[in-house]
């Protein structure tokens, strides 16, 4: 009897509920809402700042690997063949939308819309073309950098919006990550202290042409400051004070210049939004 009260009083005093347990690690937290977290919710600022979701890849693995979050890199390194090509001047891209995203279509134009408005760059539903993107549904959001050929997949999971879905596209057409251009140390400070634990790789310099184009901060292929952080502590500083980085809101300027260098639209580029 004795033994009994003494279990009766462990499992009353001494156990810590699940779910005070859980509200303990997150009601207090405080994270600052900046780049594309300021517009995913409270949620995710609080509890998902590690990784947004352009950065959730453990479920894209598959027979790929991935790099930088969200980049696609196939066993064949040789693979990206660079630029989307053109039909008779035009730059028409197929996509095709897997049956469990179809109730994502308007959100999928809005992200095809903001680049085709900029660009002389279309996109089109798939018919029978040989060369398409594939968009799937997926934990987060991941493309292939330029163009692969045959049926190029691009990731698009329930917590990406439509700037995340932009992010991706603009990888597909052929643009890294702004803060891994070879210039980057004159304008930001990689804090690699506070990233996290085997994603060093993520903020390496990579060997790219930046087309003579200044670096941009406000590009929405920027991370935002706290991506991979390890410790709710900046892993990039600006060097340049008052600017935001990592927005996943508008294509800027220079991006918008940056794909129209990069496909040679004309003056008379095509805006026609509604053939998208």
Not at 141 to 161: D, I, T
Request: proline share 4%; with cysteine; charged share 20%.
């Amino acid at each position: 009897m004795v033994w009994l009260l003494i279990l009766i009083w462990f499992v009353q005093v001494g156990s810590v509920p699940i779910t005070n347990f859980t509200n303990a690690t997150t009601s207090n937290a405080t994270f600052p809402a900046t780049g594309s977290n300021a517009s995913m919710g409270l949620h995710h600022r609080q509890n998902d700042w590690v990784k947004t979701p352009e950065t959730r890849e453990e479920d894209l693995q598959f027979d790929l690997a991935i790099v930088e979050g969200d980049i696609l890199v196939s066993e064949d390194r040789l693979a990206v063949k660079s630029l989307w090509p053109e039909n008779e001047g035009i730059t028409s891209i197929p996509y095709k939308i897997n049956d469990d995203l179809v109730d994502r279509k308007e959100t999928m134009l809005a992200a095809f819309k903001m680049i085709s408005d900029q660009t002389c760059i279309l996109f089109h539903e798939y018919t029978n073309e040989i060369n398409y993107i594939e968009l799937i549904s997926g934990t987060g959001c991941a493309s292939y950098v330029g163009f692969q050929g045959g049926a190029q997949p691009l990731y698009f999971g329930r917590a990406c919006n439509v700037g995340n879905l932009c992010h991706e596209l603009m990888h597909a057409l052929g643009l890294h990550h702004e803060h891994t251009r070879p210039d980057r140390d004159q304008y930001v400070t990689i804090q690699w202290d506070n990233v996290v634990s085997g994603k060093e790789d993520n903020f390496k310099v990579k060997e790219g042409d930046t087309q003579d184009l200044p670096y941009d901060y406000d590009s929405i292929m920027h991370y935002g400051i706290y991506y991979f952080s390890s410790n709710r502590s900046p892993t990039i500083d600006s060097k340049k004070r008052g600017v935001q980085i990592g927005q996943r809101n508008h294509l800027s300027p220079l991006d918008i210049t940056r794909l129209n260098k990069l496909y040679q639209c004309g003056k008379d580029m095509h805006t026609e939004t509604g053939k998208i």
